[in-house]
């Protein structure tokens, strides 16, 4: 099943109100290298999208592109509605559209609960006369985050380490941080680049079950994963990349019946 | 004795402020501003040409531009604006490259400066530099030249706690709160949302303008600024104040700066006259390297480290929501994401 197909199978105003996410015929080259090439698919809402590939497809490109990382140099995204191909990236984010990184991003000198104070969007303190006014102004809205902070501590079971410096977490805390400052920004679609990389295997299933809580928020999800089994138990529908090109879509089983996907990646 | 201890204090309130500026973009924000001296100059020539009055008057032996005689605070007020334009040249110049080269481009730009400044004579009086300057205050108020002194170190307590209130502010503010996370990560914050150009350009123009009126500050109390007193030494031992005085923490940087710029000068100002005659001048930049390289090596984090702001989570009132409430709003997203499967 080619992505064209697949987009062919819905009507076209009711596809629309659907539709999340739309890839259009992306395309990014560094230098004479083609990276990504005539990308197209889309996500829905309340889906959870797996994005697999062999190392090098492209994945990662692609993501940073989708985010506004990497500018697209030609080719549409449309999110929500909005073109954002050409918006810069914390435009993107405060949009509701959000990328959690490969590598653990923690501000290692900030304590956790700061971490995930500054991740919230639309703070009156974050404006630049908080350098002269005084702090009543955000005082409240700062609680209420505090509050919020707290609440997502507990439920990814962190707030013991509220006060800690975020530098002092293990690795698989620091993913779950990663996750938490995401949720703070109340965001529509997350890109979750490898969000099992250097998590130990006995907390995987930890951060599988933090990712069905966001789809229980309402939150989309598109996950580039290596692992296909966590792939298989999260997604409801995965894309195939090799090359900087979708090589098929659809769910494991059709995937794995797929000859073309089955030589670029399941079994090479 | 009177004239030694005034000294002291204008200098120690002058790098104080000069300091805070330089903890807003390295600290706070880990912008490596190695043009740190020439915010201070440009503060400094600011303030001097619109004292001095037009380059004709005074015999009309020092050549400069824009001269005029403005009333006092208004000189301070257009070296702040200066400091703060740089910042935003400076900021715009260096937006596109990391902390490495950030250092590089700023330093080579302080040093073209002292070079433009010297040899373009009509700018700032060349290598002979402006001197005359006026005291501010001194003929309206009618203060004589014994009590002066001790005025302009109320002037700069002034504007030193002026300068505190409003850094403190920013410190604790979450604007300052975000400008950490630059520091921290800036990719990481740019995903989070965060405008971290406009953040860094903020903060470069915020530390300029306090270095900028440090730097008028300056030549207001001494009365003369050359490019002979703005070596590229000073900016690196602006950044030892900091690094041994607690990088990111406002008083700690002050502590650095009594210890690199008062205490060390005025040990080796007593020092026994030993060895060649040039070393005693130089023992104050050697003492300083070396105990900048020693605070790296055992105590990075300075001798007053940032504060850790501890949130004590069981004594928040349960009572108050954010107006837009998590609760609510995801409960509206569940409900739609339901509706759409």
Not at chain 2, 327 to 336: D, L, M, N, P, W
């Amino acid at each position: 099943m080619t992505s064209r197909t697949f987009a062919n199978n819905t009507s076209t105003d009711s596809r629309k109100a659907q539709r999340r996410l739309l890839v259009d015929g992306v395309r990014r080259t560094f230098g004479g290298v083609v990276a990504i090439d005539s990308v197209r698919f889309e996500v829905n809402r309340g889906e959870i999208v797996g994005l697999v590939g062999p190392n090098g497809a492209g994945k990662s490109t692609l993501m940073a592109m989708i985010a506004g990382a990497i500018p697209a140099s030609s080719g549409r995204i449309v999110f929500d509605g909005a073109d954002v191909t050409r918006w810069p990236e914390y435009k993107i984010a405060r949009h509701g559209l959000v990328r959690a990184h490969q590598l653990s991003t923690e501000f290692r000198k900030l304590t956790v609960m700061e971490n995930l104070l500054v991740a919230a969007a639309r703070q009156r303190g974050e404006r630049f006369r908080s350098a002269v006014t005084p702090a009543k102004l955000w005082r409240a809205q700062e609680r209420a985050l505090i509050k919020e902070a707290t609440t997502v501590l507990e439920q990814f079971g962190l707030r013991g380490k509220a006060n800690d410096y975020a530098g002092t977490l293990s690795g698989g805390q620091k993913r779950l941080l990663e996750l938490m400052r995401v949720l703070m920004l109340e965001p529509k679609l997350v890109l979750l680049d490898e969000p099992m990389s250097g998590v130990n295997p006995g907390f995987i299933a930890t951060v599988e079950e933090r990712l069905l809580d966001f789809r229980a928020r309402g939150v989309d999800l598109v996950i580039a994963e290596h692992e296909l089994d966590v792939v298989e138990r999260l997604c409801d529908r995965v894309i195939v990349v090799a090359q900087g090109r979708v090589l098929a879509q659809g769910n494991m089983d059709e995937l794995r019946a797929n000859p073309a996907v089955v030589e670029a990646y399941l079994v090479g | 004795m009177t004239y030694y201890v005034t000294t002291i204090l204008v200098y120690f309130g002058v790098d104080a402020l000069a300091i805070w500026g330089l903890n807003v973009q390295y600290g706070l924000c880990g912008l490596y501003n190695f043009a740190f001296i020439l915010f201070q100059s440009l503060g400094a020539y600011t303030a001097a040409v619109l004292t001095l009055g037009p380059a004709s008057g005074n015999g009309g032996y020092q050549h400069y531009v824009l001269g005029a005689s403005l009333p006092f605070p208004l000189p301070l007020i257009a070296a702040g604006l200066a400091g703060a334009g740089l910042g935003i040249v400076l900021g715009l110049l260096t937006r596109r490259v990391g902390a490495d080269l950030m250092a590089v481009l700023t330093f080579v730009v302080s040093v073209m400066a002292v070079l433009v400044v010297s040899a373009v004579i009509p700018l700032f009086n060349g290598p002979a530099g402006l001197s005359s300057v006026p005291a501010p205050l001194q003929s309206t108020f009618h203060i004589s030249y014994s009590s002066y002194p001790w005025f302009f170190v109320g002037v700069v307590a002034v504007v030193c706690a002026i300068a505190l209130i409003s850094v403190r502010a920013l410190t604790n503010s979450p604007l300052g709160r975000a400008m950490r996370a630059i520091r921290e990560n800036e990719k990481a914050c740019s995903a989070l949302g965060k405008n971290v150009a406009g953040l860094k350009l903020f903060a470069f123009a915020y530390g300029g303008a306090l270095i900028g009126v440090s730097g008028a500050l300056l030549v207001m109390f001494i009365g003369a600024w050359s490019p002979g007193s703005w070596e590229v030494i000073e900016t690196l031992s602006a950044f030892a104040a900091i690094i041994i005085g607690g990088t990111g923490n406002n008083y700690g940087v002050v502590a650095g700066v009594f210890v690199t710029q008062i205490f060390l000068t005025e040990l080796t100002r007593f020092l026994p006259q030993f060895s060649a005659t040039n070393l005693i001048g130089s023992m104050q930049w050697i003492v300083i390297g070396v105990l900048t390289l020693a605070f790296m090596w055992f105590r990075p984090r300075g001798i007053f480290p940032e504060r850790k702001r501890v949130i004590e989570l069981d004594r928040l009132d349960p009572s108050e929501s954010r107006s837009h409430d998590l609760g609510s709003s995801t409960a509206g997203r569940s409900q739609e994401a339901q509706k759409s499967q």
